[in-house]
């Protein structure tokens, strides 16, 4: 399919009719749509896909999981690599101090054991010798919306190691000027470990599945920054909203890593814990959080709804916090924070705990524990659209799961998948909600003033799927709302997964179904 490029002006016209024209200030290009598939691919899209379910995992960037992949057919990727398999010359000296004099050598983590003797060259470097991707450390780079934008550096993509970690919070009085590098120098440590990429013996499984499926290698986190903006993007193109947002609480890109949970417009971006329980310990005070009731916009769930079509949100831990999901969390003493750690349940990535339907979907059943998948699966029960959540020890993000936590609970899933009577009927999407402050090479596109962020691994598994097919087009997490649109022939959300491209080239309805390329 080929990018189809809209007159401007009629496509602003329409965004104003939706109310949303305040998305896109001058200066700003949507991301379009793709061309709308041929009738046989809707229809086939229609006729042989009942079931689509989104693996949804945390925090890692393109580069970082895929940027080693080599197609066994021959296929190009946008990798790290050039034509003679040595890393491109493009990305050696590339990454730059706050003072933005290029390193000589990387900034490495020596308190993680692995780098403790490491001296590394100012590029991309195999991580495996120093984390390895069966191995989980105390270490976890930022990923705050402004911080990610800087790192970003307008498409340079050359400050993702001088802002990789917090600093030592050194404010200042108003009175004392400072450059932004001086500000940068204070407020962060820089760690070359965010160049580090793993390599097919790392992540055999996943490599395998790009083989037998589909790899994107140009899908994007929809908004810049961190979990729960990312994975609002995933049901409702959009983030949270608060009228109440305190002045000190709202962010700004000058000075760039000064991050706050929101925006002048009261838009959420960054993450907060929500105040419908279960909620959590660890993610800031919930009295700053987005009211539920304020959270109006549609979302794909009330799409589903409105058309009787089944849905639901699988989560990992679901069991154990279950009996706290009918209360709403202000404090400790109401019983309803209760979770003090990511390997039970992790509330704040569960985007459908910030909104006003939370506790109809509770009672409805909608909200279902890992164990229900694989019970949904046996009775021949599965849902029309299934989103599944690990929680931290399995969601490969940093300092909570190693990668091959994450790779061997996803097989799991799809093996189950692929064993049950549903595996003909369905898509599955494996998506990450962002990149985690890991660096990735390629500039993300600004459809508004709050995405795209950094490129993320993205895979297509369907028994209709090409076989090593690599999707070049440009994606982002809101393509997944327009394949679930385009699949039930559901009107879109917001302007985001309007224009979002919807996944589709990589299913071919003509050939035969695969029998599962795994077990």
């Keep these: 399919m080929t990018i189809v490029r809209t007159d401007r002006r009629k496509f602003l ?11 896109l200030p001058q200066g700003f290009v949507p991301l379009l749509r793709a061309q709308t598939p041929a009738a046989a691919d809707l229809d086939g899209l229609r006729a042989k896909i009942d079931h689509i379910v989104v693996i949804y995992q945390e925090n890692r960037s393109f580069d970082h999981y895929f940027g080693a992949y080599q197609s066994p057919g021959g296929a190009a990727v946008d990798g790290l690599f050039d034509r003679d398999g ?3 010359a493009r990305f050696v000296g590339l990454q730059k101090s706050a003072t933005g004099a290029p390193y000589t050598y990387l900034p490495v983590p020596y308190q993680i054991p692995g780098f403790a003797n490491a001296v590394l060259e100012n590029k991309p470097f195999p991580l495996n010798p120093y984390i390895p991707s069966a191995d989980n450390v105390p270490w976890d780079p930022m990923h705050h919306f402004f911080r990610m934008f800087a790192q970003v550096d307008g498409g340079k993509m050359d400050y993702f190691v001088a802002l990789a970690l917090p600093g030592p919070h050194v404010f200042f009085d108003k009175s004392h000027k400072l450059s932004p590098g001086q500000m940068m120098l204070a407020e962060s440590t820089p760690s070359g470990a965010v160049l580090g990429y793993y390599t097919r013996d790392d992540l055999p499984d996943y490599y395998r599945l790009a083989d037998a499926y589909v790899l994107f290698d140009n899908f994007f986190q929809a908004m810049s920054g961190g979990s729960t903006g990312n994975a609002l993007y995933l049901i409702a193109a959009r983030s949270a909203v608060s009228s109440k947002a305190p002045p000190d609480k709202i962010g700004s890109l000058t000075p760039p890593v000064f991050d706050r ?6 838009i959420l971006i960054n993450d907060l814990p929500p105040i419908n329980g279960p909620s959590e310990t660890f993610m ?12 109006t916009y549609p979302t794909i769930a009330d799409r589903l709804d409105a058309a009787s079509l089944s849905w639901a949100w699988y989560n990992e831990g679901w069991n154990t916090v279950k009996p706290w999901a009918l209360k709403t969390a202000f404090d400790a003493g109401d019983g309803s924070v209760v979770v003090d750690t990511p390997e039970t349940y992790l509330p704040h990535h569960n985007p459908f705990q910030y909104l006003p339907s939370w506790f109809l979907n509770v009672k409805a059943g909608r909200m279902r524990d890992s164990t229900d998948f694989f019970e949904d699966l046996k009775s021949g029960k599965l849902p029309r659209v299934s989103f599944l959540k690990a929680t931290g020890g399995r969601d490969e993000h940093p300092a909570n799961s190693a990668p091959r936590w994450g790779e061997q609970w996803v097989m799991g ?30 500039a ?22 090409r076989r090593g097919y690599i999707d070049h087009n440009v994606a982002d997490t809101t393509s997944v709302l327009a394949l679930i649109e385009a699949r039930f022939g559901f009107s879109p959300l917001h302007t985001r997964d309007a224009a979002a491209y919807n996944l589709l080239d990589g299913l071919d309805f003509t050939q ?3 029998a599962p390329a795994f077990g």
């Design 86 to 88: 040595r890393i491109d």
């Design 284 to 295: 800031g005070s919930i009295d700053l959080s987005p009211p539920p009731e304020e959270q």
């Design 13 to 23: 016209k329409s965004v104003a009719a939706t109310g949303a024209a305040t998305l």
């Design 261 to 266: 949970p929101y925006d002048k417009s009261g």
């Design 413 to 442: 899933l799809l093996k189950a998948l692929g064993e049950s009577s549903a595996w003909e009927k369905t898509a599955v999407i494996i998506a990450y909600d962002e990149g985690g402050g890991f660096w990735d090479h390629v």
């Design 444 to 465: 993300p596109p600004r459809p508004d003033p709050y995405g795209c962020g950094t490129r993320i691994p993205a895979l297509l598994i369907s028994p209709w799927a």
């Design 512 to 514: 035969k179904p695969r």
